[in-house]
């Protein structure tokens, strides 16, 4: 038995406290900063097509039953109306069973969508992660 040449052996094994989500069009890297605190950073376009990633993500950090949640949408190039529908929901379902979801909306673009659907009340947000870590763990 060769080895697979279409196949490389991953550069270093990765810690349990973070997890990697490659989608198409979207990255999401789960930090586990401490017990009480997890970072969801994505990349890449959240759309119709990567906005279930997204919700998967939400729901399991909810079902984890994880305090405090940041999504960092820092590298986001990209944010459609469903995405934000998705970060909405995502709130009011965190906000039901005590979570706290805070958003890094750093991107000009992302911050665009959110004030024209006129939704950006309805979210915790922050401009960058350092301001929402230290809100978060206050």
């Not at 990349?43 to 729901?59: A, I, Q």
């Not at 965190?94 to 979210?123: F, H, P, W």
């Amino acid at each position: 038995m060769g080895k697979d040449p279409d196949r490389l052996a991953p550069a270093r094994p990765q810690s349990p406290d973070v997890q990697r989500i490659i989608d198409r069009q979207l990255q999401v890297k789960i930090v586990r900063h401490n017990p009480d605190l997890y970072v969801c950073r994505l990349s890449g376009e959240v759309d119709l097509l990567t906005v279930p990633t997204l919700v998967r993500v939400l729901d399991d950090l909810r079902e984890r039953e994880v305090p405090a949640v940041i999504v960092d949408l820092t590298g986001v190039t990209y944010c459609a109306a469903t995405g934000v529908r998705a970060l909405l929901e995502g709130t009011d379902a965190a906000r039901a069973t005590g979570q706290r979801l805070a958003v890094v909306i750093a991107s000009l673009t992302v911050a665009r969508v959110l004030k024209a659907t006129d939704n950006i009340d309805g979210i915790e947000n922050y401009s960058n992660l350092s301001e929402a870590m230290r809100a978060v763990t206050e």
